[in-house]
C-alpha cells in the first residue's frame, strides 16, 4: 500500500509561489481553450489530459487535426514528443527504487514524469528516506496532474474570453519556466555549455531546416557539451 504519510507530504509539496505546478496550470489553461476552439466536448478535452498529461504532446495532438493529419501521423507525432521524457525518467527512478517496494508503484509512477513534477522531486528527494520516495513521488505525481486535468477544465470553461496572444502566452509559460530553472542550475560545464550552444544552434539550424532546427540544435548542442565534459573530466 502507498504510506499516506509520505504521500500527502507529496502531494503538499506544489504549494508556494514558486510551484512548478503554477506554471503547469497556466500552460493547461490554453490548452483547454485550444481543444475548445478545435471542436473537442469538454469530456474529450479533459480525458485527453488525463490519458496524455504532457504539454508538447497535447499541442502536437491538436495541431496535427488541425491540419487533418491522419490518425497514425498523429500517435508517432506525439510519441516522438514525448519521447524527451526519457532521460528524466532515467535520471529519476535509480533516485526512487527501493527493494522493499512492490514494482506496481514503479509502474504507475510512471504515468507522472513530467517536467514540473521531476523538478520538485529533484528539490526534495534528498529530504525522504529512499524506501519512501515512491510514495513521496506518487503524491507530487497525483497533484501536478490533477492540477493539469482541472486546468484543462477551467481553460476549456472560459475560452471565449481569451484571445490568441493570451492562450500564447499561456502556453509558453511552462517552457520558460523550465528554462529559468536550468539557467539556475548552470553549476556544471556541461549544462552551462548545453543550454548556451543550445540557444545559438536552434536559431541557426532554422535556416537550413525550420521543421526540425530544435531537434538538430539539442541534440547538437547536448551532445558537444557531453563529450566535452567527458573530454575534461568534469
Known amino acids: 500500500m502507498i504510506d499516506k504519510k509520505y504521500f500527502f507530504k507529496g502531494f503538499k509539496s506544489i504549494k508556494g509561489v514558486g510551484s512548478p505546478a503554477i506554471a503547469l496550470g497556466a500552460s493547461f489553461i490554453a490548452i483547454g481553450a485550444l481543444l475548445k476552439n478545435l471542436g473537442f466536448s469538454i469530456q474529450e478535452s479533459v480525458f485527453s489530459t488525463f490519458l496524455t498529461y504532457a504539454l508538447p504532446g497535447s499541442l502536437v495532438m491538436a495541431e496535427s487535426m488541425l491540419i487533418g493529419a491522419s490518425l497514425i501521423n498523429i500517435f508517432i507525432a506525439v510519441w516522438l514528443v514525448n519521447a524527451r521524457l526519457y ?3 532515467v535520471a529519476l527512478m535509480p533516485l526512487l527504487i527501493h527493494e522493499n517496494q512492490p514494482r506496481w508503484k514503479y509502474y504507475l509512477s ?3 514524469i513530467a517536467v514540473s ?3 520538485i ?3 526534495n528527494y534528498e529530504n525522504i528516506e529512499k524506501e519512501n520516495r515512491i510514495d513521496f513521488w506518487i503524491g507530487i505525481g497525483i497533484a501536478t496532474w490533477s492540477v493539469a486535468i482541472f486546468s484543462t477544465f477551467i481553460g476549456y470553461i472560459v475560452s471565449d474570453f481569451l484571445n490568441k496572444d493570451l492562450l500564447i502566452g499561456l502556453a509558453i509559460v511552462n517552457p520558460i519556466y523550465f528554462i529559468c530553472m536550468m539557467l539556475g542550475a548552470m553549476k556544471t560545464i556541461q ?3 548545453s543550454i548556451v ?3 545559438i544552434l536552434g536559431p541557426a539550424f532554422y535556416f537550413l531546416s525550420p521543421e526540425w532546427c530544435i531537434l538538430f540544435g539539442g541534440f547538437t548542442a547536448g551532445t558537444i557539451a557531453f563529450l566535452f565534459g567527458e573530454i575534461n573530466g568534469k
Do not use: A, E, Q, Y
Request: charged fraction near 10%; proline fraction near 6%; hydrophobic fraction near 45%.
Open 197 to 199: 550552444l543550445g540557444t
Open 117 to 119: 513534477s521531476w523538478l
Open 121 to 123: 522531486m529533484k528539490d
Open 110 to 112: 510512471c504515468h507522472f
Open 191 to 193: 549544462i552551462s555549455l
Open 87 to 89: 532521460p528524466m525518467t
